[in-house]
């Protein structure tokens, strides 16, 4: 221990000592009532002036509230956010005891053209630095806005104000020297929850860029209101997706800011069309557009997507994946016209890569693409699969390896369509009755006159400078195996097919049937509506062949059956659609024999030939020779008497007028050589007939006509009217006059014919 020395000994005793002080006595004199009475009359006036204090604060406050502060104030606070770089309008500036100074009915201006409004905002409440207001100096410090409605005014199509507003909005704003931040933004807008945060740049030596037009103004504002219209047409069944916006910038440049946005939703259904789990990224950044992904999934598929848009170049590049629900995504957003007949029972696959250039006079794009379809139906046609490869830049288009899968076939292309270029490969074995409802209703009536047991193959390889048939050249290759075509069946067919100057021409034509085969080629002009038939030869029962050719003339073919397959050859010209130049020549040798029904009795010829011309009006049947009943029937000398004055049809002349002691001459206008020639005739006929005298004289009158080159279409209608007037006759030689008077109309002589 130290020691301690004495003098710090002698004050620690002296603190130890008792100190004892007397308190000092006051004497209070006692108030007098006068000073009393003033003491209370100030203490009064004290109260009422706090009093009035009060009332007058909370007088003024309602005030302020109600009515607001004054014109001065609102341009005071309008300059001062025009010195940060917001230029607005206050409808009023009020006070509000809890948030201070509220400027309520607040319209946001563009800061480069203060005509265009750019947001109506229902109230804001404003920093304020009081001492700085007094002293003139910058005053405010912040915005903050709470459960604010921020509407914008744009107008739909029709000129009606569109109601889109952002709802719910919180917001505080702070102005720190030459800067404006956003710390936190959130809101409402159309259903989709927004946030944002971000600062912007405000210069001392602002200014504002060139104002757009109002072209401009008025395109920006329709872009925005398509828009708001395609994102009212949305709900969200699992809340409302969330857009996070983060944006840096200079206000005197705000094309060169820097904006992020990031796009979330869980489901998103429009219409009958259910978007979900949607992811998207978007990035704007020295004047380009990046969309860095954009995914989504529905109940079959999903969709996944990239690109970017240059402003400098106009130029937008892409690329996208899908395997959506395809139809029912585009029927969603009211583009789904297209392929409105087409129902996928799989979900199709779709790559496409490619760019537009939006800044040419003329739309420009090259895309290039991939489609890969399974199972699916067009127009009620069921297909199997579909693959193709294609490019397109506006005005070229390019398909490559097409294939389309039937259950009857397959089909093959290859084509290219270019201003004044047109390509075609084709290889196909589908048949064609499958696909007859995807083609015109023409061209569907011929295919349903079609029965194919195989389905044919055809092989197509075409030039020409557009899409009409009209300009087409090439070559190509059909066959058929056993076909039927309009209730004739052919075993087989095949021909070669060559496109030139409008028109199609088959050429090497082989049709095989049992009894034999034909031959030849035809040609189809898409220009005249006609065929042109060259050199075509055939072993075929006419009587079934000619229902290919048309089947209106097979009431003229059919009377004439023949025992084997004639010899026919055919050259000329047959024009559809009401045409006058058809002009169609056959030549016909049956040299098996042929039956032929003539009133209801079977002329049995050994051996016939003839010629056969078909014109617009008239079938000519010329060069005439057949082997009947041991004798030759011959048409020696063919002149131009098969005119309709030489022998009319009941239908083609009315009944003449009668002569002087003879008979009338009517539709039957053969000369008297023709009438002396029928009885003659007909006492020569053989009995075995059987026929009757008048039937006899019918049939002489016949033959008569034909070795004078008389029509066989317009003998036979006046023979089977002449036998009418036969037993007519004979009635009117039995008496009866009723008889007698239905002979005169025919032109007969009853009597005569009768003897």
Same mark, same amino acid.
């Given at each position: 221990n130290w020691p301690i020395p004495p003098t710090l000994q002698r004050y620690n005793?002296?603190?130890?000592? $008792?100190?004892?002080?007397?308190?000092?006595?006051?004497?209070?004199?006692?108030?007098?009532?006068?000073?009393?009475?003033?003491?209370? @009359?100030?203490?009064?006036?004290?109260?009422?002036?706090?009093?009035?204090?009060?009332?007058?604060?909370?007088?003024?406050?309602?005030?302020?509230?109600?009515?607001?502060?004054?014109?001065?104030?609102r341009y005071r606070v309008v300059e001062e956010l025009h010195k940060r770089g917001v230029e607005a309008q206050i409808g009023r500036l009020t006070l509000d005891p809890f948030r201070g100074l509220v400027a309520k009915n607040v319209r946001i201006f563009?800061?480069?053209?203060?005509?265009?409004?750019?947001?109506?905002?229902?109230?804001?409440?404003?920093?304020?630095?009081?001492?700085?207001?007094?002293?003139?100096?910058?005053?405010?410090?912040?915005?903050?806005?709470?459960?604010?409605?921020?509407?914008?005014?744009?107008?739909?199509?029709?000129?009606?104000?569109?109601?889109?507003?952002?709802?719910?909005?919180?917001?505080h704003i702070y102005?720190?020297?030459?800067?404006?931040?956003?710390?936190?933004?959130?809101?409402?807008?159309?259903?989709?929850?927004?946030?944002?945060?971000?600062?912007?740049?405000?210069?001392?030596?602002?200014?504002?860029?060139?104002?757009?037009?109002?072209?401009?103004?008025?395109?920006?504002?329709?872009?925005?209101?398509?828009?708001?219209?395609?994102?009212?047409?949305?709900?969200?069944?699992?809340?409302? $997706?969330?857009l996070q916006l983060k944006f840096s910038g200079d206000m005197a440049e705000l094309e060169n800011a820097r904006v992020e946005a990031t796009l979330r939703g869980e489901r998103l259904q429009r219409g009958s069309y259910e978007i979900n789990n949607l992811s998207a990224a978007v990035e704007w950044n020295n004047h380009r557009l990046d969309i860095a992904h954009c995914e989504w999934s529905d109940g079959k598929g999903a969709f996944a997507g990239r690109g970017d848009w240059n402003r400098e170049s106009n130029v937008a590049k892409f690329q996208i994946h899908s395997t959506l629900n395809l139809k029912a995504f585009l029927d969603a957003f009211g583009v789904g016209e297209p392929i409105a007949d087409v129902e996928f029972h799989s979900p199709p696959l779709l790559e496409i890569t490619g760019s537009i250039n939006m800044g040419a006079e003329q739309f420009q794009p090259e895309m290039i693409g991939h489609a890969a379809f399974g199972q699916f139906t067009y127009k009620k046609v069921p297909f199997s699969e579909l693959s193709a490869d294609s490019?397109?830049?506006?005005?070229?288009?390019?398909?490559? /390896?097409?294939? @389309?899968?039937?259950?009857?076939?397959?089909?093959?292309?290859?084509?290219?369509?270019?201003?004044?270029?047109?390509?075609?490969?084709?290889?196909?074995?589908?048949?064609?009755?499958?696909?007859?409802?995807?083609?015109?209703?023409?061209?569907?009536?011929?295919?349903?006159?079609?029965?194919?047991?195989?389905? $044919?193959?055809?092989?197509?390889?075409?030039?020409?400078?557009?899409?009409?048939? /009209?300009?087409?050249?090439?070559?190509?290759?059909?066959?058929?195996?056993?076909?039927?075509?309009?209730?004739?069946?052919?075993?087989?067919?095949?021909?070669?097919?060559?496109?030139?100057?409008?028109a199609v021409t088959y050429e090497d034509i082989q049709v095989?049937?049992?009894?034999?085969?034909?031959?030849?080629?035809?040609?189809?002009?898409?220009?005249?509506?006609?065929?042109?038939?060259?050199?075509v030869r055939s072993s075929l029962y006419p009587a079934e062949v000619i229902f290919w050719i048309d089947p209106k003339?097979?009431?003229?073919?059919?009377?004439?059956?023949?025992r084997r397959p004639p010899n026919v050859v055919a050259n000329g010209l047959y024009q559809f659609g009401g045409g006058k130049n058809t002009?169609?020549?056959?030549?016909?040798?049956?040299?098996?024999?042929?039956?032929?029904?003539?009133?209801?009795?079977?002329?049995?010829?050994?051996?016939?030939?003839?010629?056969?011309?078909?014109?617009?009006?008239?079938?000519?049947?010329?060069?005439?020779?057949?082997?009947?009943?041991?004798?030759?029937?011959?048409?020696?000398?063919? /002149?131009?008497?098969?005119?309709?004055?030489?022998?009319?049809?009941?239908r083609d002349r009315a009944p003449g007028p009668k002569k002087p002691g003879g008979p009338r001459?009517?539709?039957?206008?053969?000369?008297?050589?023709?009438?002396?020639?029928?009885?003659?005739?007909?006492?020569?006929?053989?009995?075995?007939?059987?026929?009757?005298?008048?039937?006899?004289?019918?049939?002489?009158?016949?033959?008569?006509?034909?070795e004078r080159g008389v029509e066989l279409a317009h003998v036979l209608p006046v023979v089977g009217h002449l036998l009418e007037g036969v037993e007519v006759c004979r009635q009117v030689a039995n008496g009866d006059g009723a008889a007698g008077e239905a002979c005169e109309p025919a032109g007969l002589d009853g009597q005569r014919l009768t003897s």
């Open positions: 005793a002296s603190l130890r000592m $008792p100190v004892a002080l007397e308190q000092p006595q006051v004497h209070y004199s006692a108030p007098t009532p006068r000073l009393r009475r003033a003491r209370r @009359v100030v203490a009064i006036a004290i109260r009422l002036t706090i009093l009035a204090a009060i009332v007058a604060i909370f007088s003024g406050g309602y005030y302020l509230a109600r009515r607001g502060f004054g014109r001065e104030w563009d800061y480069r053209n203060r005509e265009n409004t750019l947001a109506r905002i229902s109230e804001v409440s404003l920093d304020i630095n009081y001492a700085a207001l007094i002293h003139h100096e910058p005053f405010l410090n912040a915005l903050d806005v709470r459960d604010a409605q921020i509407t914008f005014p744009i107008k739909t199509a029709e000129g009606k104000a569109s109601r889109a507003q952002l709802t719910n909005l919180r917001a102005f720190p020297p030459e800067q404006i931040y956003v710390s936190q933004a959130e809101g409402t807008f159309c259903g989709i929850r927004l946030s944002a945060r971000g600062q912007l740049i405000k210069r001392a030596d602002y200014q504002p860029s060139a104002s757009i037009t109002p072209e401009e103004w008025q395109k920006r504002l329709s872009l925005a209101q398509r828009v708001v219209t395609e994102l009212q047409k949305f709900s969200f069944p699992a809340g409302p $997706p969330s490019s397109w830049d506006g005005e070229r288009t390019l398909v490559r /390896e097409l294939r @389309v899968r039937h259950q009857t076939g397959q089909l093959r292309a290859d084509l290219f369509d270019a201003p004044n270029d047109f390509r075609l490969n084709l290889e196909s074995t589908i048949s064609p009755e499958a696909v007859r409802p995807l083609v015109p209703a023409e061209a569907s009536g011929f295919l349903r006159e079609w029965q194919w047991q195989r389905s $044919p193959a055809i092989r197509m390889a075409i030039r020409g400078t557009d899409l009409n048939p /009209e300009s087409w050249q090439g070559d190509g290759t059909v066959a058929l195996g056993r076909t039927r075509f309009r209730g004739t069946w052919m075993n087989g067919a095949n021909a070669r097919v060559h496109f030139a100057d409008g095989t049937r049992d009894e034999g085969t034909g031959s030849g080629s035809f040609t189809y002009d898409f220009k005249k509506h006609e065929v042109r038939i060259a050199n003339t097979s009431k003229t073919i059919v009377p004439y059956k023949f002009r169609l020549e056959i030549k016909v040798d049956g040299g098996g024999g042929m039956d032929y029904v003539f009133l209801g009795k079977t002329l049995p010829f050994d051996r016939v030939s003839a010629r056969l011309l078909f014109t617009n009006e008239r079938l000519q049947i010329s060069d005439v020779r057949a082997d009947l009943l041991a004798g030759t029937l011959r048409d020696h000398d063919l /002149e131009d008497v098969a005119r309709r004055d030489v022998l009319l049809g009941p001459r009517g539709f039957c206008a053969a000369d008297r050589r023709v009438e002396r020639d029928v009885a003659a005739r007909s006492r020569a006929v053989p009995d075995r007939l059987g026929l009757t005298r008048g039937e006899v004289g019918a049939l002489d009158a016949t033959l008569a006509g034909l």
